[in-house]
C-alpha cells in the first residue's frame, strides 16, 4: 500500500456478519478518513474470490452452517492465505477467529479444517454458553488500553505456542478454557470472541491495524469523545453490581 491509502476487505459479509460485525469494517474506514488516507473497501461475498491484494481484512460472526460454508470455500479459495503469505492483516471475530485456527467443531458435530493461520483449536463446551459483557487486559506487547467487548459462542479455543493471548479476562469467559485468556495473534492476524462491535467499543485496536499496515508507531490524534463515552458506558455497566 502507499502511505495515503488503505485497500479494506470485508470477507464474506452474506454469511459472517452476526451481531453487528460489520461495524468493525466501518470503524476502520473511518478512522483511516479521519487521518486523511484514502480507503478502497471491497465487500467480498461467498461466490466471489478473495483479492490477494488487501491491506486489512476483516471477518466477522456466524451461526454454525455458515461458519462451516465459510471455512470451506476459504480454503478452496486460498486467497486470504496468500494475501497473509504477502504482510496482509487479518481481524476475525468469533466464527471467524475459529476459522483462522486448524480446526473447529462445525454444526454437523464433526471437525472442520481451518486455515493454520493462528495456532489455536477450537472444540464445543459442554458447559452453559459464553454470554455477557467482557472486560480484560490486553496483551502488553500490543500497547492497548482496557478492552471492553460482549461475547455469545458455545465454542472453547486453546491456544497452541505459536500465538499469545489478545487480553487477559478480568470478566466474562473469553476462549473458555479456563485459563484467563481471551482471543489469540500472531504477527499480523488477530482472532477475538468478542463483539460489540468490538472496534467501536475499542478504536484503539482499529488504529493498531491501520499502523500495521502504514508500518508506523503512531497516527495523527482524532476526536474520540464519542468512542470514549462508548467505552466508559459499556464498562461502567459491565462492573456495576447485578
Given at each position: 500500500?502507499?502511505?495515503?491509502?488503505?485497500?479494506?476487505?470485508?470477507?464474506?459479509?452474506?454469511?459472517?456478519s452476526?451481531?453487528?460485525d460489520?461495524?468493525?469494517?466501518?470503524?476502520?474506514?473511518?478512522?483511516a478518513?479521519?487521518?486523511?488516507?484514502?480507503?478502497?473497501?471491497?465487500?467480498?461475498?461467498?461466490?466471489?474470490?478473495?483479492?490477494?491484494s488487501g491491506?486489512?481484512?476483516?471477518?466477522?460472526?456466524?451461526?454454525?452452517?455458515?461458519?462451516?460454508?465459510?471455512a470451506?470455500?476459504?480454503?478452496?479459495?486460498?486467497?486470504?492465505?496468500r494475501a497473509?503469505?504477502?504482510?496482509?492483516?487479518v481481524?476475525?471475530?468469533?466464527?471467524?477467529?475459529?476459522?483462522?485456527?486448524?480446526?473447529?467443531?462445525?454444526?454437523l458435530?464433526?471437525?472442520?479444517?481451518?486455515l493454520?493461520?493462528?495456532?489455536?483449536?477450537?472444540s464445543?463446551?459442554?458447559?452453559?454458553r459464553?454470554v455477557?459483557?467482557?472486560?480484560g487486559?490486553?496483551?502488553?506487547?500490543?500497547?492497548?488500553?482496557?478492552?471492553?467487548?460482549?461475547?455469545?459462542?458455545?465454542g472453547?479455543?486453546?491456544?497452541?505456542?505459536?500465538?499469545?493471548?489478545?487480553a487477559?479476562?478480568?470478566?466474562?469467559?473469553?476462549?473458555?478454557t479456563?485459563?484467563?485468556t481471551?482471543?489469540a495473534w500472531?504477527?499480523?492476524?488477530?482472532?477475538?470472541y468478542?463483539?460489540?462491535?468490538?472496534?467501536?467499543?475499542?478504536?484503539?485496536?482499529?488504529?493498531l491495524?491501520?499502523?500495521l499496515?502504514?508500518?508506523?508507531?503512531?497516527?495523527?490524534?482524532?476526536?474520540?469523545?464519542?468512542?470514549?463515552?462508548?467505552?466508559?458506558?459499556?464498562?461502567?455497566?459491565?462492573?456495576?453490581?447485578?
Amino acid at each position: 500500500m502507499s502511505d495515503t491509502s488503505l485497500r479494506l476487505v470485508w470477507v464474506y459479509p452474506d454469511l459472517l456478519s452476526t451481531y453487528g460485525d460489520q461495524g468493525n469494517a466501518l470503524v476502520v474506514e473511518r478512522r483511516a478518513r479521519q487521518r486523511g488516507l484514502d480507503v478502497q473497501r471491497l465487500d467480498v461475498r461467498s461466490d466471489q474470490p478473495i483479492p490477494t491484494s488487501g491491506d486489512i481484512y476483516l471477518i466477522g460472526g456466524g451461526e454454525d452452517r455458515p461458519q462451516r460454508l465459510a471455512a470451506e470455500r476459504l480454503l478452496r479459495d486460498g486467497g486470504l492465505n496468500r494475501a497473509v503469505d504477502n504482510g496482509a492483516i487479518v481481524f476475525a471475530v468469533c466464527a471467524g477467529y475459529q476459522i483462522m485456527g486448524h480446526e473447529f467443531v462445525n454444526d454437523l458435530g464433526e471437525r472442520s479444517a481451518g486455515l493454520g493461520l493462528l495456532d489455536v483449536v477450537s472444540s464445543r463446551g459442554e458447559a452453559e454458553r459464553c454470554v455477557g459483557d467482557v472486560l480484560g487486559e490486553a496483551d502488553e506487547q500490543l500497547r492497548l488500553p482496557q478492552l471492553t467487548g460482549f461475547e455469545n459462542h458455545q465454542g472453547i479455543t486453546h491456544l497452541g505456542p505459536g500465538v499469545r493471548p489478545l487480553a487477559r479476562v478480568q470478566l466474562g469467559n473469553g476462549n473458555g478454557t479456563g485459563d484467563g485468556t481471551e482471543g489469540a495473534w500472531r504477527d499480523t492476524v488477530f482472532g477475538t470472541y468478542l463483539h460489540g462491535p468490538v472496534l467501536a467499543r475499542n478504536p484503539q485496536i482499529a488504529d493498531l491495524l491501520i499502523k500495521l499496515s502504514l508500518d508506523v508507531n503512531a497516527l495523527p490524534p482524532t476526536d474520540d469523545t464519542w468512542y470514549e463515552a462508548l467505552r466508559q458506558e459499556r464498562i461502567a455497566a459491565a462492573t456495576q453490581p447485578a
